[in-house]
């Protein structure tokens, strides 16, 4: 079981870095503070570094559709608790959809390599 969370942990962290990546990289103010853009470009190769490990286990799709919506949403709260910055209404919903939309890609959705699809097709 743990072999089987593990790339879900993994995934976590990334989202983490993803999110502090982004929360210094609007800090940095362009890229013009050294501190602040040093920790974006730090945290946004750590990222990276995770995804690629998870990426050994779960479908590149998959991987990044949830890891994006899930850094989406990390971020536009972390706008809220440290920036300020209230979304309105359309906003709420869209990142809800969002939420909704990685359960969905990581409960339901299923992934065929090429391979799958061709002995899938020989054997109709």
Known sequence: ?????LP?????LAVGFGTASNTFANSANGFTKL???LL????????MFCL???MKSLPVGITYASFAG?????TSVVGVIKFNQIPNVPTMIGLCLII????TVN??????????VETTEVAE
């Not at 879900?8 to 976590?12: A, E, M, S, V």
């Not at 974006?40 to 990222?47: P, Q």
Request: glycine share 6%.
């Open 40 to 47: 974006s470009m730090i945290t946004i190769v750590l990222c």
């Open 70 to 74: 899930i850094c989406i949403v990390g």
């Open 107 to 116: 409960l339901l959705g299923q992934t065929a390599t090429a391979s799958d």
């Open 1 to 5: 079981m743990i072999k089987t969370l």
């Open 8 to 12: 879900y942990l993994i995934l976590i």
């Open 100 to 103: 909704v939309g990685v359960l």
């Open 52 to 54: 690629s490990q998870v």
């Open 35 to 37: 501190i602040p853009s």
